[in-house]
Nanobody, 110 residues
Framework: VQLQASGGGSVQAGGSLRLSCEAS????????VSWYRQAPGKQREFVAS???????DYSDSAKGRFTISRNNSKATAYLQMTSLRPEDTAVYSC?????WGQGTQVTVSS
């Protein structure tokens, strides 16, 4: 089982990024997917989730700015992030079922 996260980078405030989390060795389409993030010196926090029934949930910080989606045929989950703020700077990690992917760094400068 492997989860490959990508799409992180450095952007200015107000910019956008799309994170991807590609799964292999796992029956992706029957797994809930989630994104979490961990900023320096802080605990990991929930960002967004999408279950197998298509129900989405977002943190208050992510609502209205981030969109979680999935492509089961590609075994990939996505997190589209818009209107990024410096406080969004963190390492973002995906969770598929109970398997964690490695993180991808997102840095937002003011």
């Amino acid at each position: 089982v492997q989860l490959q996260a990508s799409g992180g980078g450095s952007v200015q405030a107000g910019g956008s990024l799309r994170l991807s989390c590609e799964a292999s060795g796992i029956y992706f389409k029957n797994k809930n997917v989630s994104w979490y993030r961990q900023a320096p010196g802080k605990q990991r926090e929930f960002v967004a989730s999408l279950n197998t029934n298509g129900i989405r949930d977002y943190s208050d910080s992510a609502k209205g700015r981030f969109t979680i989606s999935r492509n089961n045929s590609k075994a990939t989950a996505y997190l589209q992030m818009t209107s990024l703020r410096p406080e969004d700077t963190a390492v973002y990690s995906c969770l598929v079922g109970i398997v964690w992917g490695q993180g991808t760094q997102v840095t937002v400068s003011s």
